[in-house]
């Protein structure tokens, strides 16, 4: 066995070392669920499913009150802003310790693959939820377009304050090593700076990128009933026809919402990174990077215009600015 080959040998049994083990001590939402909590959500998701926000309508379909999005069931237990320090995550943290094993081997890269929930029930007002993480399973090597690395899945179990089963939810993220360029003549090269992940095309949204190519930005529109629809979908929402065309957007809108990236750096982009939900004038929705605005002068409302620009020298997005007054 090459020298190479028993260091990757040791390295590999000592990520199996992390199978198994919980993340942290369990998790219980800062809050319990609240009606205000979930009227912000439905408003965020324009999810008007009246059971949610209507004590009258939730009786009427068999429940003893109002109930919670199932999919707000994550929402309950996330700590909030502090995420972005890792000086405030609990030093048992098994996940960030397991992370920093990979750092260390050269496996700087991280991103998010894929996420598999599962509801048991419906939350009522008033429940606590708690939430338990375990280090499900971790790859054997694997060569992606990003790079050589491990898959890692943790798997979250979800409870109520009775320990009650309220359902599930993994996680799958890949830890790998940049590709690196070919080698330059020059040994003293520095590396290329790497690119912004690729979005995938398929054929339900090919059409959209190519607009973005072209520096438009495009909504879908449904051929029978004209009702708008983004992200593009095969089916209109409205009077399920799949019969559509498109328009062009002006790329006017204001700022229904808002995050921005801290932390974990990632290859290709730089933080802070802020990331918004642009309401366009023409009545739908379109998520995006701001650009032109520091990060604490961002506000809801705020008015934006929409410019396709190359996001690096293999793509283009849309990103929005603030409108000129």
């Not at 070392?17 to 408003?43: A, F, K, Q, S």
């Not at 379909?61 to 919670?68: D, K, S, W």
């Not at 996680?171 to 790998?176: E, N, Q, S, Y």
Request: glycine share 8%.
């Amino acid at each position: 066995m090459s020298k190479v080959e028993e260091r990757k040998s040791e390295f590999e049994a000592k990520l199996k070392t992390y199978v198994g083990l919980p993340d942290g001590p369990v998790t219980v939402g800062r809050d319990p669920v609240n009606e205000t909590m979930i009227r912000h959500w439905c408003e965020a998701m324009g999810d008007t499913n009246p059971v949610y926000v209507d004590a009258a309508a939730a009786l009427a379909h068999g429940f003893e009150g109002l109930v919670a999005p199932p999919t707000m069931l994550q929402a309950w237990i996330l700590p909030g802003y502090e995420m972005h320090d890792r000086s405030t995550m609990q030093s048992e943290n098994k996940q960030l310790e397991l992370h920093s094993l990979f750092d260390a081997e050269g496996y700087t890269g991280v991103v998010a693959t894929n996420t598999e929930q599962e509801y048991t029930r419906y939350l009522r007002p008033g429940e606590e939820v708690h939430a338990e993480t375990h280090i499900e399973s971790i790859s054997e090597q694997k060569t992606t377009g990003l790079g050589v690395g491990y898959f890692i899945v943790t798997r979250t179990l979800f409870t109520n304050q009775e320990g009650d089963d309220l359902g599930w939810m993994t996680f799958r993220v890949l830890k790998f090593r940049p590709s690196q360029p070919a080698a330059a003549a020059d040994a003293e090269a520095a590396p290329a700076k790497p690119s912004r992940i690729k979005s995938p095309r398929g054929f339900d949204n090919a059409w959209w990128w190519e607009g973005i190519d072209e520096g438009r930005l495009l909504i879908q529109a449904c051929n029978d009933c004209g009702a708008l629809r983004h992200p593009p979908r095969p089916v209109c929402g409205a009077c399920h026809s799949s019969e559509w065309g498109s328009i062009e957007a002006s790329g006017r809108g204001t700022v229904h919402s808002y995050t921005v990236l801290y932390h974990p750096p990632i290859p290709g982009y730089d933080l802070p990174l802020p990331v918004a939900l642009v309401d366009l004038e023409e009545g739908t929705r379109v998520v995006a990077n701001l650009k032109g605005v520091p990060p604490d002068e961002i506000e809801i409302g705020m008015p934006v215009q929409c410019r396709v620009e190359d996001a690096d020298e293999t793509m283009k997005l849309p990103f929005f600015h603030p409108a000129a007054d």
